[in-house]
């Protein structure tokens, strides 16, 4: 097992050999059949393996294929319901609930919903996901909503941002 100094080490010289951007993409759509906010949230896979890491404290972690396995997928949901959040105005936070993952190579989309609602008239969306590990973390999110779509920018000084569609 890993000391926590080498995994942080590990960690702080992550941007030396990976890419030089960091950067996730949220898709939240209202599906007026459904009446559910779907969610899609896009990251690179190894900013996620570091992130899963030094949330859960482990050595390492290195996602699998396609769907992968339950212990890979539990980390995967519990991470992300830990650094995402959405509200209504007024700060009641929405439950999600998660559907799926899919891992392919480089990239992760991870797959939530809300339980049943009606449209809403303004929204707070916050995403911390890895933004323990890199400085430069941003993360841009989507919200479509009918004929609307409107865009937040988040970063470590903006955690998180009102969207009005």
Request: charged share 25%; proline share 4%; net charge negative.
């Amino acid at each position: 097992m890993t000391s926590a100094p080498l995994r942080t080490a590990a960690i702080e010289n992550a941007s030396a050999c990976a890419h030089e951007f960091y950067v996730g993409l949220t898709d939240i759509v209202y599906n007026p059949e459904t009446r559910r906010f779907e969610i899609t949230i896009k990251v690179f896979t190894d900013d996620l393996e570091l992130g899963l890491a030094d949330a859960f404290n482990l050595p390492e972690v290195v996602l699998g294929d396609y769907g992968g396995s339950a212990e890979e997928d539990s980390l995967i949901f519990g991470y992300t319901l830990r650094k995402f959040s959405f509200s209504r105005k007024g700060g009641e936070v929405l439950t999600l609930q998660p559907v799926g993952r899919e891992t392919e190579l480089d990239v992760t989309w991870i797959y939530l919903e809300t339980d049943e609602m009606q449209p809403l008239r303004e929204a707070v969306v916050s995403n911390t996901m890895m933004m323990e590990i890199y400085r430069d973390q941003t993360h841009i999110i989507h919200l479509k909503q009918g004929a609307s779509t409107k865009t937040v920018l988040l970063h470590r000084g903006k955690k998180s941002g009102i969207l009005k569609p």
